[in-house]
């Protein structure tokens, strides 16, 4: 599309079922927010819309795990996961949620037409129904052995082990997940989405108009399923949870996750126009606005054939382009939520986005590492000394160092002020320089525009590094040796170093625009350095090299990024290792849900009885509990040990309020190493056990005693 007059930009709703992972982040919300501040920079009309989703079978099978209700779970993760992506700058004009009304009225509406239409079919059939729980069973409900791959604990929907989709018929041997027992078939009626009577204009649509512009990967997967035959798709489902099928004849329906979920992105339009006193439509009906949806590859069928399906019969715009990126993976082996093998923002968050850990700056450090390893076009892998390397290596050593040196020597050889640039004295390497200022622009806003956001970010850095090799050639600290009887450097030897200077802050300005889509608070410091407002980072004025004005004072030069040291590396390796251990000691029998099976552990190496009479274990009474600030994991306790009142942090806030706990008596190891967590000293440890649910529960005695009592 050329030109479009505004842009409605859609991330993927993440289930509100639990915490999100970096994988998550660097799939669909990172490259989202990118692209969309490069948009505003730009001055375009643009609406960025994102939300949880909040139906689905993955809601109440969380909630069934931490023995509470469905609306609990999404009222407990909802804001959670808003704030991981607000403190990793992803900035969303509205994150909602499908539990609104809002969402449900449109949902409905939506449905409404379609079946009045005539664009929907209803079909009766046999689907697997628990007998001992008198319900149907969702896909989500089904476990049994892969067909692909043999794994025997496949989902009716996916194999989480091959990745392969399912549906329940195709499971071997399938039990229900509810009671345990093997199912029954039992006939049922639902509302379907006759795939198959639109196979020729996505075949049109997909592989003829959009087949060269669209990433390989979406138009192979699209061209598969469309090759494999197109069947009706239900609609609807028989549960209690979700968005009311509005028919008489529906009484115990509801509209099936993945028909409801991106009807998520017009009820989220919807409630921004409210808010903002603007017009929804034109965002959605009409033809010279571009869509775009950023998503997964778990998501290419949904956003690429099922859902342009529906926007189509219901009079809407199609999507422009769907930039749909490959899945990351951790340390050599598949993120995996059930196996805890995965990095969760609100972990990184908790470890370096905090005053003493170096703040906002650390969420620029992970937003650039996952753009750079970005898996735009294959599966990629994150790797902690990847990401140390490419902080120290990358961030520190060319990026910042560049800056740095350039107000240092500002402030040394220029009295802090930006230099004049004297033509006269300019040489090619001073115009060479310019114009690989105006080269990068145009080369980052193509790459920009065409969703290649790791090979943007490789062009920032790299003009970083020509300034880098500039001053290393220019050398003005040895110029500024060429000095009169007075000390000062000559005139002919000011010249040069004005020049040299004057284009490094001027190209230090670009790098602010350039770089402000991808490590927005990087953007923000170095105006705030440079004495500018943001309005310097709209995306016109990169290319220029009058940014600064000759004679304005500029502050002095702070560290954008920090060194990230092994030991912290060592720590995060170890701690991702130890607890997909941790988790491998307790299981749940997958055969039936109701019977909990805790796995035996592995006897650690042999100690003698000297070892363990160095642990010094103590009963002690909570005495009050709080949250930690923007530590959603994390609650401040005091302890009455008998002899002292100690402070202990532990990270049990997600299954304790502070309320529930005061009063309670623990035991802990009072003789541990005092650790700053959030900045708050903790001295000592809880001793907890976990379930094979994942819920924690203290080790306390049976019966009062008194605080400060050995354990032994």
Aim: with cysteine.
């Amino acid at each position: 599309m050329k030109d479009p007059k505004r842009y409605l930009v859609t991330a993927a709703l993440p289930y509100a079922n639990g915490l999100k992972h970096i994988g998550h982040l660097a799939g669909a919300y990172l490259p989202a927010d990118i692209y969309v501040r490069y948009l505003k920079a730009a001055k375009k009309d643009v609406v960025f819309v994102c939300g949880s989703d909040e139906h689905g079978t993955a809601i109440p099978i969380q909630a069934t795990k931490e023995g509470t209700t469905a609306k609990a779970i999404i009222d407990k993760y909802h804001p959670i996961i808003e704030q991981n992506f607000k403190d990793l700058g992803i900035a969303f004009d509205i994150y909602h949620r499908t539990s609104a009304p809002i969402h449900h009225e449109t949902a409905q509406e939506f449905f409404t037409m379609l079946n009045s239409n005539g664009d929907l079919e209803i079909k009766e059939s046999e689907q697997y129904y628990d007998e001992e729980a008198a319900t149907f069973l969702a896909d989500r409900y089904i476990k049994g052995t892969c067909p692909n791959c043999g794994y025997e604990s496949a989902y009716g929907d996916q194999c989480e082990k091959c990745g392969k989709s399912l549906s329940p018929d195709e499971l071997i041997n399938p039990v229900s997940t509810l009671s345990g027992k093997v199912p029954v078939k039992k006939s049922t009626k639902h509302w379907y989405l006759p795939l198959d009577r639109h196979e020729a204009f996505l075949r049109e649509w997909i592989l003829k108009e959009n087949g060269d512009n669209w990433r390989a990967n979406v138009v192979g997967q699209c061209k598969s399923w469309i090759d494999g035959g197109l069947q009706p798709r239900a609609v609807t489902r028989d549960l209690d949870w979700g968005v009311k099928v509005p028919l008489p004849d529906a009484e115990g329906k509801v509209l099936y996750v993945w028909f409801d979920a991106p009807i998520g992105y017009i009820s989220a339009t919807k409630q921004w126009a409210l808010d903002n006193d603007k017009d929804w439509k034109p965002y959605w009906q009409e033809k010279d606005t571009k869509l775009v949806h950023f998503i997964g590859k778990d998501n290419i069928v949904f956003h690429c054939i099922i859902f342009p399906v529906m926007l189509k019969l219901h009079g809407d715009i199609l999507p422009d382009n769907v930039p749909a990126n490959e899945f990351m993976n951790l340390e050599g082996d598949k993120m995996s939520t059930s196996r805890n093998w995965k990095l969760e923002m609100q972990d990184y968050i908790d470890d370096f986005i905090n005053k003493e850990n170096g703040g906002s700056q650390m969420a620029d450090v992970l937003r650039y590492y996952l753009t750079q390893i970005a898996p735009e076009t294959k599966d990629s892998e994150f790797m902690w000394k990847g990401f140390q390397d490419a902080n120290n290596s990358e961030l520190v050593s060319i990026f910042g160092n560049f800056v740095n040196r350039t107000f240092v020597l500002m402030h040394k050889l220029c009295g802090g002020k930006v230099p004049p640039l004297h033509a006269g004295s300019m040489d090619e390497l001073d115009t060479a320089v310019i114009d690989a200022v105006a080269q990068s622009k145009q080369k980052i806003t193509v790459l920009l525009e065409e969703y290649k956001f790791r090979d943007a970010l490789f062009e920032v850095i790299n003009l970083a590094r020509t300034g880098n090799q500039y001053m290393q050639k220019k050398e003005p600290w040895i110029v500024a040796k060429q000095t009169g009887e007075d000390g000062k450097p000559v005139a002919e030897a000011q010249q040069l170093i004005d020049n040299c200077l004057h284009i490094c802050l001027q190209l230090t300005a670009n790098l602010a625009i350039l770089i402000h889509p991808f490590l927005p608070f990087t953007a923000k410091k170095l105006c705030h350095m440079m004495k500018v407002v943001d309005k310097m980072l709209e995306w016109e004025n990169a290319g220029s090299m009058q940014l600064l004005k000759t004679g304005y004072s500029l502050r002095a030069p702070e560290l954008l990024f920090r060194k990230i040291e092994d030991a912290e590396i060592t720590y995060q390796v170890e701690k991702l290792k130890n607890a997909a251990i941790s988790r491998e000691t307790v299981t749940m029998d997958t055969n039936a849900a109701t019977t909990e099976e805790t796995a035996i552990k592995p006897v650690k190496q042999e100690i003698v009885f000297d070892d363990f009479a160095k642990i010094d274990l103590r009963v002690g009474t909570i005495v009050s509990a709080e949250k930690v600030e923007k530590a959603d994991k994390l609650l401040k306790l005091q302890v009455d040990l008998g002899f002292e009142t100690r402070t202990i942090v532990s990270g049990i806030a997600m299954h304790f309020s502070p309320e529930e706990i005061t009063g309670k008596q623990v035991t802990v190891v009072v003789n541990l190493a005092p650790r700053k967590m959030r900045g708050i000293e903790s001295n000592g440890m809880i001793l907890m056990a976990e379930d094979a649910n994942g819920k924690l529960h203290f080790i306390n005695p049976e019966t009062a005693i008194n605080a400060g009592s050995g354990v032994s």
